[in-house]
């Protein structure tokens, strides 16, 4: 059976970076064959904070990561 992380409404902005960095760490932890995040990632202005968030999981996993946007990622 696979492993697959799934999490949303992250709103970082709102949410701290270095919370939304324990949540990366947890999960790269538990060592899934993918992640899915389901939207609400970011607050506004997304395109400073999308990247932040985005490298966050990069640097931390190897899976592949599903993206779907959310209304406060457009």
Do not use: W, Y
């Not at 992250?10 to 949540?23: A, D, E, F, M, W």
């Not at 899915?36 to 990069?58: N, W």
């Amino acid at each position: 059976m696979a492993l697959v992380a799934v999490t949303s409404d992250l709103h970082l902005g709102i949410t701290t970076l270095r919370s939304v960095q324990s949540l990366v760490d947890d999960i790269a932890a538990a060592s899934p064959e993918a992640v899915v995040l389901a939207g609400d990632l970011v607050e506004p202005p997304v395109t400073e904070r999308l990247p932040i968030l985005l490298e966050l999981f990069r640097k931390k996993l190897t899976c592949p990561i599903a993206i779907c946007a959310g209304n406060h990622d457009l």
